[in-house]
């Protein structure tokens, strides 16, 4: 009788703050895991915005049961803490009474609202190994593994002091978390003219900035070729955004794809906001402008910035105006999007889940 795959757990949320992209990663996570023979279960939260993450998509996944108010936030919770929905001690609970009397070999969390507390009581009742999946080292995490797929001079000193454990860190785009479909994606020509432009501002996109884009490429940059916006049926303003669409006649709108390779490989420049969908623009080698949407983006996309990875908004939560104008600039410049794009591909290989999960699996 064989044995019995090792099983690993991976505890992630989508919700209109939080966004798609922790569920993403971790669903593409899981496609390497499965891939070298381990058994996968997602735990997400219900009644938030997972649920449709995981339509169509064979995946085991259970739901954590909604919770009807949120739990005061204490002055010794991480600054994220509002995401969860609940206290970690109920999110723990919850966790644990739903994986019941499972064999679990290590939990992978990706949440900025669990911290090192919620790391070592489900590790001390479920006798497994922790992996978190981290971007920011702004809370204790208490792990055994650390996966930072964001470029940084030292990892080790940035998780200097969040790093209680002193565990092995997996830093940089060597580890981005990126879909099967990635390794061996067809590559963003990079051509010479403009003719389209993708647009990626997240799954949920809460304020909307896939108008805020479209209409600065018209009024502003001038432009007035094919738009193609990608989002999902999670976005709050997915009704707006087709009437948009609508109105503008030569701009489309696709949902829920199962992956953005494609995507990404036919448009001749890319405007999309900071996140995981970062590495995967790179690995395309889309040529890329990132608009900043939330302070903890401009941490990763101003090094990449720096290195001419991608260009960059010049100020966070920029207007229509500001994206035209440096759309504009793009445009007019084929051989900046050509070195953009060269560079992207050089940081990115596509490989980064396929490490990961070989480590987690030595783990166990």
Known sequence: MSAMPPLIVIRADASSLIGSGHVRRCQSLAEALLDQGAAVLFVVRAGMSGEALFDGRALNTVFLPPRTASAAVRHDDPAHAHWLGASWQDDAADTLEILGERKVAAVVVDHYALDARWHAQVSERLDCKIVAIDDLADRPLAAALIVDHNHAESHARKYAVANQHASPILGGPHFALLGRRFRSASRNPAAADVRSIGIFMGGIDLENYSERVVRGLRDTADFNGDLEIVSTRSNPNLVDLL???????????SLD???????????ELHIGAGGGATWERCCVGAPSLAVIVADNQRQVLDPLARLDVLAVTDMPAPDATAIGARARALIDS???????????KELVDGQGCVRVAREIESLC
Do not use: I, Y
């Open 257 to 267: 794809l199962p992956d953005l390779a494609d995507f990404f490989g036919r448009h």
């Open 243 to 253: 009437r948009l669409a609508e109105l503008d006649g030569r701009c489309s709108v």
């Open 334 to 344: 084929p051989a900046l999007r050509l070195q953009l794009s060269h560079n992207a």
